[in-house]
T-cell receptor, first 112, second 116 residues
Framework: QKEVEQNSGPLSVPEGAIASLNCTYSDRGSQSFFWYRQYSGKSPELIMFIYSNGDKEDGRFTAQLNKASQYVSLLIRDSQPSDSATYLCAVRRSGGYQKVTFGIGTKLQVIP | DADVTQTPRNRITKTGKRIMLECSQTKGHDRMYWYRQDPGLGLRLIYYSFDVKDINKGEISDGYSVSRQAQAKFSLSLESAIPNQTALYFC???????????????FGPGTRLTVL
């Protein structure tokens, strides 16, 4: 079982719709969860992090965390063509230095 | 100016050649990392360093070596490049702060390396 699992996609949504990106993780000791956006050929850039169960909103983005189900998601409201990118989920255990483990990413395509 | 820079941005080389990729940062972070990214495999950690005297192997360090010349500089070497080292290489930095957002990774622009 992979430490961090994401469907590679592509996930296609029409412009203006809600895009829902999902991530599951295997280590119950995981504490921190990050979403990165990566445009083709570019470097990952941090969008959001979350570490408490529930929802965290930042503009059009909402991160959702359910530690009991070992599940984290990213919702993008009012999707725009400029949101078309690969979204990487990253997970970190608690305590001292713990490496960050990345999923393979989900490719999102927003259709105009 | 970018906080994390990498040189070169693109490199084509031949099997057996020695290659060095360089990374510099102005974020003032102590921790630096080298990752490679391959389609379908995601980002994998090669080496990481907490300071000039602290260097650690990641999950795929075979065939690679690193040097931390200063707090702001971390270089990756391929002593004898082979075709399966063709990949996109990223340098990243993080601060040493504790708490749930500690070690948040900030990435450089990447180096696309092709080994023929």
């Amino acid at each position: 079982q992979k430490e961090v699992e994401q469907n590679s996609g592509p996930l296609s949504v029409p412009e203006g719709a809600i895009a829902s990106l999902n991530c599951t993780y295997s280590d119950r000791g995981s504490q921190s969860f990050f979403w990165y956006r990566q445009y083709s050929g570019k470097s990952p850039e941090l969008i959001m992090f979350i570490y408490s169960n529930g929802d965290k909103e930042d503009g059009r983005f909402t991160a959702q965390l359910n530690k009991a189900s070992q599940y984290v998601s990213l919702l993008i409201r009012d999707s725009q063509p400029s949101d078309s990118a690969t979204y990487l989920c990253a997970v970190r255990r608690s305590g001292g230095y713990q490496k960050v483990t990345f999923g393979i990413g989900t490719k999102l395509q927003v259709i105009p | 100016d970018a906080d994390v820079t990498q040189t070169p941005r693109n490199r084509i080389t031949k099997t057996g050649k020695r290659i060095m990729l360089e990374c510099s940062q102005t974020k003032g972070h102590d921790r630096m990392y080298w990752y490679r990214q391959d389609p379908g495999l995601g980002l994998r950690l090669i080496y990481y360093s907490f300071d000039v005297k602290d260097i650690n192997k990641g999950e795929i360090s075979d065939g690679y070596s690193v040097s931390r010349q200063a707090q702001a500089k971390f270089s990756l070497s391929l002593e004898s490049a082979i075709p399966n080292q063709t990949a996109l290489y990223f340098c990243a930095t993080s601060g040493a702060q504790g708490g749930p957002t500690g070690d948040t990774q900030y990435f450089g622009p990447g180096t696309r390396l092709t080994v023929l």
